[in-house]
């Protein structure tokens, strides 16, 4: 069967650039969504459709009972050392923040360095941070 191994917190608040505001009444609100990977052992590719769904299901079930905006996303560990070299992965795995599960799940990851990422990747960052910015 499947497991699961690690559950990451990515994003804003992965990176330590969440932030929030209090409420009149004192209550805490996030600015930003949470991000989550859960990182599972025992699935195979074509499962992970079935998977996303679940965990979206589950994702939304949270964030209503939170009242919070929460992603929440597979990743096999078996797809570690092949993940393509993106902004969202050099940012998940250059200082992981394993939040449940065993930090040694990570150790297959490729290695991810951002001095390195293609200027492509650099500009669709940009382009996708100006257009949050247009619609905030």
Same mark, same amino acid.
């Not at 805490?28 to 299901?57: I, K, M, S």
């Given at each position: 069967?499947?497991?699961?191994?690690?559950? #990451?917190?990515?994003?804003?608040?992965?990176? %330590?650039?969440?932030?929030?505001?209090?409420?009149?009444?004192?209550? &805490?609100?996030?600015?930003?969504?949470?991000?989550?990977? $859960?990182?599972?052992? %025992?699935?195979?590719?074509?499962?992970? %459709?079935?998977?996303?769904?679940?965990?979206?299901?589950?994702?939304?079930?949270?964030?209503?009972?939170?009242?919070?905006?929460?992603? #929440?996303?597979? #990743?096999?560990?078996?797809?570690?050392?092949?993940?393509?070299?993106?902004?969202? &992965?050099?940012?998940?795995?250059?200082?992981?923040?394993?939040?449940?599960?065993?930090?040694?799940?990570?150790?297959?990851?490729?290695?991810?360095?951002? $001095?390195?990422?293609?200027?492509?990747? $650099?500009?669709?960052?940009?382009?996708?941070?100006? $257009?949050?910015?247009? &619609?905030?």
């Amino acid at each position: 069967g499947s497991s699961l191994r690690a559950l #990451l917190l990515g994003g804003g608040y992965g990176r %330590g650039e969440g932030g929030g505001r209090r409420d009149a009444d004192g209550t &805490w609100r996030p600015l930003n969504d949470y991000d989550l990977v $859960a990182v599972v052992d %025992g699935v195979r590719r074509w499962q992970l %459709g079935r998977l996303r769904e679940r965990l979206g299901r589950l994702a939304e079930l949270l964030a209503e009972e939170l009242n919070l905006e929460i992603e #929440l996303s597979p #990743l096999r560990v078996d797809d570690l050392p092949r993940l393509p070299f993106t902004m969202m &992965w050099c940012e998940l795995f250059a200082e992981p923040r394993v939040i449940a599960g065993d930090p040694c799940a990570l150790d297959r990851r490729r290695r991810l360095a951002p $001095a390195e990422l293609p200027q492509l990747e $650099a500009v669709r960052y940009l382009g996708n941070r100006a $257009a949050l910015l247009l &619609w905030s």
